[in-house]
């Protein structure tokens, strides 16, 4: 990576000193660490609001949700709006979530609260894309800033697994409403920094009405996203009892939804690019199969052991902290050189070895072969997360990174969606090495789509051929 000489004096001694990400890295963890640690809460809940246990399983489908439709119209607004502006809101929303999470006296207020979670931390991300991405332009850099998009990934990798023994810990000690109040002190830290070490956007200049800004960020379609992504996810979350009505209203909504895009000038999500932009499409298609095999071992593999041999909870997340490990470990050096294609080889080539070591997966397996396997899925967590990140930075023009990077993260949730609908699929009416070893197959499955959907892009030849011409 080299830096223009006017980079250093436009930007002090470095464009991205350590004040200028930590509170982007910071707010980054938000939403991973969010998505975790709710799932040593849901008993605890249940048990307090006098609900059964399968209800309090909306509270994670409601952050899921929002995050998925949250994280583009975030980085949209960010766009139009100014990134800072988008980073400080939402933050503002993540405390009152946290707020209203600690004082609610029932489920549905809960609900709430994690909706408003999912939405404030969704915001940090895409944000961040597009602060870093007009930073690099203004420092003249020749190339993505490798290190500091792989602190990013980081804070979103590292962040869930450790979510759940710190959510562990923090409702043993403290009760399961600590889970939503630990987001005040943290919302108020990075907001503190943000205001502080975070330049100000520029300028709105004339200010506009609601109705010229609804056309500019396309309300008509960010709606009609919504509403055709919340039916779909109403119904993988159905099965194994499909709930077809869903499936058709997410059907009608997103026919609606396609012809509405195709037919204005300024579209939320610009198909006629994805249509023209094969490399793209690619890497959020690739992003999503890979996503799937991963939280497919953080959720069904997890949840296998804990049945199956019987580890605890908080034993089963520390068997996992090894791969969370190996993959920050991964994404560093992969990050600073820009690659692209090596890596998103290597990540699915590792996740068909480990899902084929899932296979033969039995209750009988020494502990030290189930390490090795997750291991190996920390190869993918890591390769997978810097390469398609960065082919996301070289193949999105840099006014769009702020919705192209959140629309990365919604197929990752899709994946995530996917992946916890198989798993009640094939664990729906007890777990056993059977519905492990159906799962192994699916990941299999997942994985060679993924190399194949990777070796068979020449684009990304291209791509790796810019970074090495700019070394």
């Known amino acids: 990576m080299r830096l223009m000489t006017s980079s250093r004096t436009r930007h002090g001694n470095a464009p991205f000193s350590w004040r200028y990400v930590t509170p982007l890295y910071m707010g980054s963890t938000l939403n991973p660490i969010n998505s975790s640690m709710i799932a040593t809460a849901l008993v605890p809940i249940a048990l307090s609001l006098h609900v059964p246990v399968a209800q309090t399983t909306w509270l994670v489908a409601s952050l899921y949700l929002a995050s998925a439709i949250a994280q583009p119209t ?18 503002l929303i993540i405390f009152a979530a946290g707020v209203l999470g600690g004082i609610a006296r029932s489920l549905s207020w809960l609900v709430i609260s994690r909706v408003l979670i999912g939405i404030g931390t969704s915001t940090a991300y895409p944000s961040a894309m597009l602060l870093i991405r007009r930073r690099a332009l203004s420092a003249q850099m020749t190339e993505p800033p490798g290190s500091i998009l792989g602190g990013l990934q980081i804070a979103g990798l590292v962040t869930p697994l450790v979510g759940l023994p710190i959510g562990g810990v923090l409702v043993d000690a403290w009760g399961w409403r600590t889970i939503f109040l630990v987001n005040l002190p943290v919302a108020l830290l990075a907001l503190v920094m943000a205001l502080m070490w ?7 200049g004339e200010r506009r009405g609601f109705r010229a800004m609804a056309v500019r960020i396309d309300l008509v379609g960010i709606m ?26 997410a059907l009608v909504m997103g026919t609606g939804f396609a012809w509405w895009e195709l037919r204005i000038e300024r579209p939320f999500l610009d198909l006629r690019l994805l249509a023209a932009n094969g490399a793209l499409t690619r890497t959020y298609a690739r992003f999503g199969l890979l996503t799937f095999c991963v ?29 969370s490990g190996l993959s920050a470990i991964v994404l560093g050096p992969v990050s600073r050189r820009n690659l692209v294609r090596a890596p998103l080889i290597a990540a699915a080539a590792a996740s068909i070895v480990a899902s084929v070591g899932v296979v033969l997966l039995t209750t009988g397996t020494s502990l030290g072969w189930l390490v090795c396997i997750t291991l190996l899925f920390g190869v993918t967590m890591g390769a997978m997360s810097s390469g398609n990140q960065t082919a996301l930075y070289k193949l999105v023009a840099p006014d769009s990174i702020g919705t192209a990077s959140g629309l990365l993260r919604t197929f990752g949730y899709l994946g995530s969606i996917a992946s916890s609908a198989t798993i009640g699929i094939v664990f729906h009416r007890r777990v056993a090495d059977s519905g492990l070893h159906h799962l192994a197959v699916v990941m299999v ?15 990304l030849r291209g791509v790796d051929s810019t970074s090495r011409a700019a070394c």
């Open 74 to 91: 975030a980085g949209k607004l960010a766009e139009e709006v100014g990134p800072r502006r988008i980073f400080v809101a939402g933050i």
């Open 198 to 204: 975070i330049p100000r956007d520029v300028s709105l």
């Open 224 to 249: 009609g996203f919504a509403g055709t992504l919340a039916a779909l996810l109403v119904f993988l979350f159905s099965l194994p009892h499909p709930a077809w009505l869903a499936l058709l209203i």
């Open 295 to 323: 939280y497919t071992v953080l959720y069904g593999v997890t949840e296998w052991i804990g049945a199956a041999r019987g580890l605890s909870s908080l034993a089963t997340g520390l068997l996992l902290l090894p791969m």
């Open 445 to 459: 499955l997942a994985s060679f789509a993924a190399l194949i959907l990777t070796v068979a892009d020449g684009r």
